[in-house]
């Protein structure tokens, strides 16, 4: 199974997704071996104005997802070392750790694929570039990709109008210009539409959901 590392930031961006009935975290635990650093749980509570009622949700999912490993203080020393040795090391830590506990599954040998799940297009720019520039072990989804790929997974689980609604309700969320939100939007119905009519002619298979 692959292994999701998802950032506080997508989780916000998410928090009210539904999938058919599923809410999006059990969708998530159904189609990944979900894992986050020590990190997560602390800004999960940070930011639990931006999770409505579901922060008691969320932070429960990112506790059972939470992954503890030997040396990690190595780990992010390391990354904090040859990727900003100047660099405060209070900022980012969310993404360091997240890279670190990819990093560590990559030396464990892991089956799967690592993807590391973050809307925060100023850390893909930054520390998440440099990683995958130097590693070249993990890939980097937005939560867009997320549902997109959730729409392929559990169709025809998932209506297509809700997945549309669930698009246009995330990728604002993700941040940008009008004009970039804008052809966000068109470009994943597009995208999306493109889906539908590939997928309505395969022959169908067993549901992933129950």
């Known amino acids: 199974m692959n292994i999701l590392i998802p950032d506080t930031s997508s989780l916000i961006n998410i928090h009210d997704i539904y999938v058919g009935q599923n809410h999006i975290i059990d969708v998530l635990s159904e189609l990944f071996d979900v894992q986050v650093s ?3 749980p602390h800004e999960v509570r ?3 104005n931006k999770l409505g009622h579901y922060d008691k949700q969320m932070l429960q999912f990112v506790r059972q997802a939470r992954r503890s490993f030997h040396r ?3 780990y ?3 990354l904090l070392k040859h990727f900003s040795p100047g660099g405060n090391p209070d900022r980012n830590r969310g ?3 997240n890279c670190s506990l990819a990093l560590y599954q990559v030396r464990k040998r892991v089956t799967g694929q690592i993807i590391m799940l973050i809307d925060d297009m100023r850390a893909c ?3 998440l570039e440099w990683y995958n520039e130097h590693f070249k072990t993990t890939a980097t989804w937005t939560s867009l990709d997320l549902l997109l790929h959730v729409y392929l997974v559990t169709y025809p689980k998932w209506p297509q109008v809700q997945a549309r609604v669930a698009l246009r309700t995330v ?3 993700m941040g940008g210009t009008q004009a970039e939100i804008t052809k ?3 470009n994943s119905y597009s995208y999306l539409q493109e889906l539908y009519t590939m997928l309505r002619a395969l022959p169908r298979v067993k549901k992933v959901l129950r």
């Open 38 to 40: 020590k990190e997560i």
């Open 72 to 74: 990690q203080k190595d």
């Open 125 to 127: 720019r930054g520390l």
């Open 171 to 173: 990728i604002p969320r």
């Open 76 to 78: 992010e020393n390391l």
């Open 46 to 48: 940070r930011h639990k």
């Open 95 to 97: 993404e360091r750790y």
């Open 184 to 186: 966000r939007i068109q």
